[in-house]
């Protein structure tokens, strides 16, 4: 159902998917290749090259890639190895590097001087420091518990029952062969759901809140917008939105999508990971990262089963690997600002109105 809406959209722009971003449209993301660019290549695919030798002269070109990046976030300092941001999500790296990164070193760099001052370069990036500290967090964590460490080992050596083919080599029936090349069996798997919303505040009639002659608002314009911010900032489960999009709109796509999400590794009453308002900004972006439910059954003390129900919602989210779709929509509420979420419905003669453009981008990160 969902990937149907995805192929309507790109139809509806004439093979440009970014024309298709109106309300109520999930939008595949398409990424395009310079030729010859091989550091490019190897980024946007994920794919570690480790080493490439050129034919006819021999030339290592592993020796080319930086191996670690200097990133300033807002006046915050991250050195993050290239794994490290190779495995990152496709849309958080879109967030960090709009324009593109290349990941390799000029090729004129020959001694290991001019190597080093390529390391030691800082790259400039304006993103929520503490937004990108508790991805970098989630992801390193997730990857401890799953692979192990050299003194603890992961989830996956419980795993390799249910990869390891009979004695003679091969699989017993096609459905073994098919789970043998599962990856959500040997690699990680976790979602990634972003959302930003833009507000804009309507202000009562009788409002000494107003724009002046310059286009800037007065004092008390600037004072609501600010209240109005920490009002949806104090709003943190994921889910309400757009369950009350659902129930306005009555669209079985997008209760389809909350319950997919919910029996793959959210529950309906989940909080935002991470959630602040951006500096100078209306906005307010936010972030939840899940490890997604495979249905595996493992541990020390238990034999390898697998949940088949669970196993197929969880590769419906395979739809979204390296694809970040997108969903935009209007909510607009009435607030009384001096109270909270539960006192939405009680009546109030300091209610005033906001309206949010709420921009979703769901991804299955894989590493």
Known sequence: MISSSFRKSARAANGNPQLATGPQKWVEKKYSLAAGDLAQLANLLKVDIVRVAVEGNGVDLSSQLVMKLNLDLRGHSFVVERDQLMNMPESVLLCLFPNGLVLSKPPNTSTSEEDESVEDDIYYVDFDPECFR???????????DFYGTATSPGTIQYHQSLITPSPNGTYDTQWAYELANNPLLTKQAVIVLREELEYFVIPQRDS?????????????????????????????????ALQRNVNKENNVAEQHLIDMLCMSGFSRDDKWGYRALEPARCCITSIALVLLNTGIIAGPD???KIDNNQMMTAQKLLLFWRKPARKCWWDGIDIDLSRGEEDDDKESQNKVKVWSRRTWTLETSIF
């Open 208 to 240: 000494p809140a107003r724009t002046l002659e310059n286009g800037t608002p007065n004092e008390a314009l600037f004072k609501l917008k600010l209240d109005a911010g920490h009002s949806l900032h104090q709003r943190q489960k994921i889910f309400t």
């Open 302 to 304: 238990k034999e390898a």
């Open 134 to 144: 508790y991805v970098i967090d989630f992801f390193k964590q997730a990857a401890t």
